[in-house]
């Protein structure tokens, strides 16, 4: 069965102070994996997607890879505004029509 | 382009009583999913519609139900709701033949 596991489950952060949050996965075949970003009480907002080993996405201060077993998104030089949920999911190949596996989520707060 | 919209955004229901979601998809989207997420967890997914057929379904029993109509827009109906049912419902749209999906803001339903 896909699995998703996000780590750590939570990240506190000076205003500066780079870090990088990890999304193990476990699928038979990936399709696409994706990251979102989530503030409390609101829909996820989506990042980026990555398709293979080695591909890498940016976005202003944040970082995406991607290797055959995890993905790994970095925060450089984090702002008070980069405090959210990040959510990692994945797509199989078995799986045809978009089903997301979700993984449970890495909360960061970060301090001026 | 308005996104994906999602109504009402909070509701309080009692147990035993039955609810409606809506959700209207982003502008040329023709796959709408629906998510559940509990407090602190990763989005569970509940089913797909396409061309008005529920073509994947989750691990939700059958009190869970949707439809969709030909704009494409998309209902959640849950029924004879228990305490466990108050969650974030969030839909997601997508269009066929890309991998991303774009999220609402969310329905959040309280059962008292």
């Known amino acids: 069965e896909d699995q998703v596991t996000q780590s750590p489950e939570a990240l506190r952060l000076q205003e500066g102070e780079s870090s990088s949050l990890n999304c193990s996965y476990t699928v038979s075949g990936l399709r696409g994996l994706f990251w979102y970003r989530q503030d409390p009480g609101k829909g996820p907002e989506f990042l980026f997607t990555l398709y293979s080993a080695g591909e890498e996405k940016e976005k202003e201060r944040l970082k995406a890879t991607l290797t055959k077993k995890e993905s790994f998104l970095h925060i450089t030089a984090p702002k008070p505004e980069d405090s959210a949920t990040y959510l990692c999911?994945?797509?199989?190949?078995?799986?045809?029509?978009?089903?997301?596996?979700f993984g449970a989520g890495t909360q960061v707060v970060v301090t001026p | 382009d308005a996104g994906v919209t999602q109504s009402p955004t909070h509701l309080i229901k009692t147990r035993g009583q039955q609810v409606t979601l809506r959700c209207s998809p982003k502008?040329?989207?023709?796959?709408v999913s629906w998510y559940q997420q509990a407090l602190g967890q990763g989005p569970q997914f509940i089913f797909q519609y396409y061309e008005e057929e529920e073509r994947q379904r989750g691990n939700f029993p059958d009190r869970f139900s949707g439809h969709q109509f030909p704009n494409y827009s998309s209902e959640l109906n849950v029924n004879a709701l228990l305490l466990g049912d108050s969650a974030l419902y969030l839909c997601a749209s997508s269009s066929t033949g890309n991998t991303e999906a774009f999220f609402g803001q969310g329905t959040r339903l309280t059962v008292v």
């Open positions: 502008s040329g989207h023709d796959t």
């Open positions: 999911a994945v797509r199989a190949t078995t799986d045809s029509w978009g089903k997301f596996q």
